[in-house]
């Protein structure tokens, strides 16, 4: 598995992590397996190019975007972001208080229910 082109790195736990993630299919199973290779490659590396999980993605961004309440599908690119997000008044008033008196926002739990099943 090669991180960095500079240097070649191997991990022989993710290595056998992943091959056993591409052989289940069962979903109950494969999500503990993603959060093991989530948190080796996020504790091993500050990085991990190109890799991510089926059931999420990380992205930073200045927290003054709205976005639909059923989130962004997987079907989508990194223009997707683009397309479906819009800067809500009401954050980016919060985001540009908080930075003027150099404090933060407080977290703000977010909830996004892709299969609707929430309502």
């Known amino acids: ?3 960095n082109p500079d240097v070649l790195l ?3 736990t993710i290595d056998k992590l992943i091959e056993a993630y591409n052989a289940e299919w069962d979903a109950k199973k494969r999500i503990p397996l ?3 290779i989530d948190s080796i490659a996020v504790n091993s590396f500050h990085y991990a190019l190109g890799w991510t999980s089926p059931y999420g993605a990380r992205m930073l961004y200045w927290y003054k975007f709205g976005m639909p ?3 962004i599908t997987y079907v989508g ?3 997707t972001p683009l397309s479906h997000w819009w800067i809500d008044s009401s954050k ?3 985001l540009n208080t908080a930075k003027g008196n150099n404090t933060s926002i407080p977290i703000e739990p977010t909830i996004i229910d892709h299969w609707n099943r929430i309502k």
Do not use: T, V
């Open 92 to 94: 980016e008033n919060k």
């Open 10 to 12: 191997f991990n022989d």
């Open 1 to 3: 598995m090669i991180l």
């Open 69 to 71: 309440e059923s989130g």
């Open 34 to 36: 993603a959060h093991q």
């Open 77 to 79: 690119d990194w223009r």
